[in-house]
Structures are given as C-alpha cells and as structure tokens.
C-alpha cells in the first residue's frame, strides 16, 4: 500500500447484515445454463449496487456476445448457513457459480473433489488470459490493471491453499485496529507527564506503554470509567482467536502449519502457547483486559457505555463502537509486542473473498460457459471504480487494490479528517498499511481457530490451565485435520 494520508468521510448510516434474497432478477426467460448464481452474505446497501452492476454487466454482455446472461444474487445470511449449503449441495448440484467464502471454507471444498479442479476453480489462467484476462476487455477493466495492483497480502491471501495457484479473490477486506476514549486518554498522559500530544502518543505507542495506560486507570479506575457493574477493565479485545494467533505471528509462536503435500499440522499445543495464555490470564486476573469470550458481548457495548478505555475489534464492525457526542474517540493499530522483529509487525486479515465454482449437475460444456461470465463479472467488480464504489458503501471493509486509493470517489469521500470512520480507514490504509500475516488452510485450520479460542476463553474464566486446555484443543482440532 502506498503511504499517502487520506481524508474524508464515509457513507452516512450503519448496515445491518440484513439479507435481502434475490436480488438480481435480470432478464425473462433466461436460458438456465446462462444464469450465473452469486451466493454471499451480503447487506441490502451493498446488494444494491451490486445489482446495478449486475445489470450493466447483462446489457454489456448482450451487446458483446449476443448472450442473455443474468446474474442472480442469492443470499445465504452467514458465512456458516453458506458453507454448508454448498457441502450439501455439492452432491446434488445446487452450488453457485460465484460464492463469497473465508478460506478456511476453500479448504473444504477441495475436500470434496475426486479430482483437482473439479469444483474450486485455479484463477490464475484467467489473469493474462488474451480474450479473459485483466488486460482484455477496457470495459470490464478500464484500467486494465492486473494482479499487481492488488494489495500484495491481500491477493497472497488466496494462495495458501494445499494446490498451488490462486483460488479465491479478495474483495472487501478488514482487519483489527483499537479504538480509545480520548478523554480519558489525554488526562491519563497529563498525569503521566506525557505531553506531545495525544494522537502522537497513540499513533506510535508500544505494548508496554499501553499497559502502563491500563495499569494507571485501573489503579483510578472510579475517576475514568463507570464500575457500578464490576465490570470495568481498561482493556477490550474483541476476538479471542485473534489474540491468540496474532500474538503467536508476532511473537513467533508456532500455531498451524502446512507440508508440501497438502497436509496440515496443528503445532500451538507448545510451551511457549501455554506462557502466551497464561500472560492473558494474569492480565485479567489483574482487571487490566477482557475479552468477548469471558463477557460474551462485544466491546462496544462496554467502549460507549464508559467500561473500558480501549477496545480491539473488526474494522468491519467499527460503525457500532461510535459513541456520537458521548466523548471523542481516537483510533489506531494495535501496538505490536515488545521487541518484536519488522518483518513479524503484521496484523489478522479479514473481510470477503470470493470463489468460483463448477456445478456438478452441469455438463463441462455449461460450466466452462458459466465460469467464464462468471469470472468477468468478478473482474468487473473488482475494478477500481467498482470496488472503491462497493467498499464506500460498507460498514468499514477498505477496497482492495491500490489504485483505489488514488481514485477520486475515495479521496472525495475522504475529505473530513474529523470523522469517526475516516479515522479507521487511516488507521487500515495508512498505519497497518498492508502488513497483514497469512497462515496455510487446509481442512481443519477453522477448527484450530476455534480450539484455540476456546482455550483463552476457558484459561481466563478459570475452567482448568492454559496447558490443558490446549491439550483438549489439539485433540478436537485434530478430528478434522486432513
């Protein structure tokens, strides 16, 4: 990503992830092997305009080919609800052509092909290809821009699968970033005797300045935050996973891994795991941080409601943790662990990617025809005009090329330095700036996601140690590791 400021506002209002199914209807009586099914999970907002970019895509493709084509939007409500429609209906041929998937759902879909390529579409050839490719087609693609305009990590994303290639897209893209009370922030660093600012601080402050931060507020906890409930902690972090493994990259922690032939290893049932969730629980023993797992409801609920001074979360839920006129909030990266090297200063990538996939009810004669207009209606959305246009209207997914940030619509949307969500998208674009970690995925690497997180929530909340509990997680986790 390149390093410029950007400034600006965000589309007003909040989405919801409201479904709205069907939204694409595009023409009558469409030939059923020209209609390219979407499965995704999107919000009504960002249906809208796909369905608008759905129609020209048709009207073009009429124009150009002499092709009825629709695309046919379906949503599916949650990632979960989606990925086990599509195991389901593998069999029986009720898959989509295009389908909205977290990796770890990829890996799964490997899991049910007799052979490579049978369901989960290799992208690559489609990059350069002369009629298909980013380069072919100025209407699709006007700036015919390639994979390398593509954030680096983002596009790296898609392969880390057990075949080499790329097999899935990015789209709209998150990651963590900490909101803070600036209020109670500035008076802290009065106190402290800090006094360059306290945007300066935030902006670069360390590990173990935060803590510091922590340790002072709670020491006066009754003077910053409202501890009526017996529920303040100065620190919120959102996702105990995120924690964990985060914490494992920068610390250099093994977690998961993967071998040559595709075979993935659980590796975080390790001394060094067990030190890092002991670490955690000695910090929420001491009430300097909490988690979503111990409280089970996300911080922004205890950020607005003065519990908590920081709180990590998803930039894709940021719209939640505003507090209006409440107090000024202030926004930045997570602070990396002490000491840790450049090259390990990454943070957790999330948010939507996309796949392409063959129906085993059709014939290859209809799949090669739907892949391909399904593989161009991605490359339409994922132009730079398109995309920018598609990740202004979501509640906080930055675009994922880097032309995006250059184009007028995002710097012209960017232009209150002041607002709330301008405010993340610097702290995304500009001070994580591309610097996110990918780990392999293979089928069980979600479930290591979700035995580790259920490790941190179990250590805190006192139900047995660190150490058996990863125990327990491995061996779950193991269960489905192919």
Request: hydrophobic share 35%.
């Given at each position: 990503?390149?390093?410029i400021?950007?400034?600006?506002?965000?589309?007003s209002?909040?989405?919801?992830?409201?479904?709205?199914?069907?939204c694409?209807e595009?023409?009558?009586?469409?030939?059923?092997?020209?209609?390219?099914?979407?499965?995704?999970?999107?919000?009504?907002?960002?249906?809208?305009?796909?369905e608008?970019?759905?129609?020209e895509?048709e009207?073009?493709?009429?124009?150009?080919?002499?092709?009825d084509?629709?695309?046919?939007?379906?949503?599916?409500?949650?990632?979960?609800?989606?990925?086990?429609?599509?195991?389901?209906?593998?069999?029986?041929?009720t898959?989509?052509t295009?389908?909205v998937?977290?990796?770890?759902?990829?890996?799964y879909?490997?899991?049910l092909?007799?052979?490579?390529?049978?369901?989960?579409?290799?992208?690559?050839d489609?990059?350069?290809?002369?009629?298909l490719g980013?380069?072919a087609?100025?209407f699709l693609?006007?700036?015919?821009?390639?994979?390398?305009?593509?954030?680096a990590?983002?596009?790296?994303?898609?392969?880390?699968?057990?075949?080499?290639?790329t097999?899935?897209?990015?789209?709209?893209?998150?990651?963590?970033?900490?909101?803070?009370?600036?209020?109670?922030?500035?008076?802290?660093l009065?106190?402290?005797?800090?006094?360059?600012?306290?945007?300066?601080?935030?902006?670069?402050?360390?590990?173990d300045?935060?803590m510091e931060?922590?340790?002072?507020?709670?020491?006066?906890?009754?003077?910053?935050?409202?501890?009526?409930?017996?529920?303040?902690?100065p620190l919120?972090?959102?996702?105990?996973?995120?924690?964990?493994?985060?914490?494992?990259y920068?610390?250099?922690?093994?977690?998961i891994?993967?071998?040559?032939?595709?075979?993935?290893?659980?590796?975080?049932?390790n001394?060094?795991?067990?030190?890092l969730?002991?670490e955690?629980?000695?910090?929420?023993d001491?009430?300097?941080?909490?988690?979503?797992?111990?409280?089970?409801?996300?911080?922004?609920?205890?950020f607005?409601?003065l519990?908590?001074?920081?709180?990590v979360?998803s930039?894709g839920?940021s719209?939640y943790?505003?507090?209006?006129?409440s107090?000024?909030v202030?926004?930045?990266?997570?602070?990396?662990?002490?000491?840790?090297?450049?090259?390990?200063?990454?943070?957790?990538s999330?948010?939507?990617?996309?796949?392409?996939?063959?129906n085993?009810?059709?014939?290859?004669?209809?799949?090669?025809?739907?892949?391909?207009?399904g593989?161009e209606?991605?490359?339409?959305l994922?132009?730079?005009?398109?995309?920018?246009d598609?990740c202004?209207?979501?509640?906080?997914?930055?675009?994922?090329r880097?032309?995006?940030?250059?184009?007028?619509?995002?710097?012209?949307?960017?232009?209150?330095e002041?607002?709330?969500?301008?405010?993340?998208?610097d702290?995304?674009?500009?001070?994580?700036?591309?610097n996110?970690?990918n780990?392999p995925?293979?089928?069980?690497?979600?479930?290591?996601?979700t035995?580790?997180?259920?490790?941190?929530?179990?250590?805190?909340?006192g139900n047995?140690t660190?150490a058996s509990?990863?125990?327990?997680a491995?061996?779950?986790?193991?269960?489905?590791?192919k």
């Amino acid at each position: 990503m390149k390093n410029i400021k950007f400034k600006g506002i965000l589309v007003s209002g909040l989405l919801s992830l409201a479904a709205l199914t069907g939204c694409g209807e595009g023409t009558n009586n469409v030939d059923e092997s020209n209609v390219i099914s979407f499965w995704h999970t999107f919000s009504k907002s960002t249906q809208t305009i796909i369905e608008r970019r759905a129609t020209e895509f048709e009207k073009y493709i009429k124009e150009r080919d002499g092709v009825d084509i629709e695309i046919k939007q379906d949503s599916q409500g949650d990632y979960d609800a989606l990925a086990d429609k599509i195991i389901k209906g593998y069999a029986v041929g009720t898959t989509p052509t295009i389908t909205v998937a977290y990796p770890d759902n990829i890996a799964y879909y490997f899991g049910l092909e007799s052979n490579p390529g049978d369901f989960v579409v290799k992208l690559d050839d489609f990059f350069t290809d002369e009629k298909l490719g980013f380069g072919a087609d100025e209407f699709l693609n006007p700036n015919s821009l390639g994979t390398d305009d593509f954030v680096a990590s983002f596009i790296d994303e898609g392969r880390h699968y057990k075949y080499e290639g790329t097999y899935s897209m990015p789209f709209m893209k998150s990651s963590e970033i900490m909101l803070y009370n600036a209020e109670i922030v500035e008076d802290v660093l009065s106190k402290l005797g800090i006094s360059e600012g306290y945007e300066r601080y935030m902006e670069n402050i360390t590990w173990d300045e935060l803590m510091e931060l922590c340790e002072y507020i709670k020491d006066h906890a009754d003077d910053y935050l409202d501890t009526s409930a017996n529920k303040a902690y100065p620190l919120y972090y959102d996702s105990d996973a995120n924690f964990f493994i985060t914490q494992c990259y920068q610390r250099d922690i093994p977690y998961i891994s993967m071998s040559e032939d595709g075979k993935g290893s659980i590796d975080f049932n390790n001394p060094k795991a067990v030190e890092l969730i002991n670490e955690f629980k000695g910090l929420h023993d001491d009430k300097i941080l909490t988690t979503k797992g111990v409280e089970n409801k996300y911080g922004s609920d205890f950020f607005k409601s003065l519990q908590c001074a920081f709180t990590v979360g998803s930039t894709g839920g940021s719209g939640y943790s505003d507090p209006g006129v409440s107090f000024e909030v202030g926004v930045c990266k997570f602070p990396t662990y002490k000491g840790v090297s450049e090259e390990r200063a990454k943070y957790v990538s999330q948010g939507v990617t996309l796949a392409l996939l063959n129906n085993q009810k059709d014939t290859a004669e209809v799949n090669d025809k739907k892949v391909k207009y399904g593989w161009e209606f991605v490359k339409y959305l994922l132009n730079t005009e398109n995309n920018t246009d598609i990740c202004l209207s979501s509640q906080g997914y930055v675009p994922v090329r880097e032309s995006c940030y250059e184009d007028p619509m995002f710097t012209e949307f960017m232009a209150n330095e002041d607002d709330y969500m301008v405010k993340v998208f610097d702290a995304v674009v500009n001070d994580i700036n591309g610097n996110y970690y990918n780990f392999p995925v293979f089928e069980g690497s979600d479930q290591a996601r979700t035995q580790v997180e259920g490790a941190v929530k179990n250590t805190l909340l006192g139900n047995g140690t660190a150490a058996s509990n990863l125990e327990v997680a491995e061996v779950e986790t193991l269960k489905f590791v192919k």
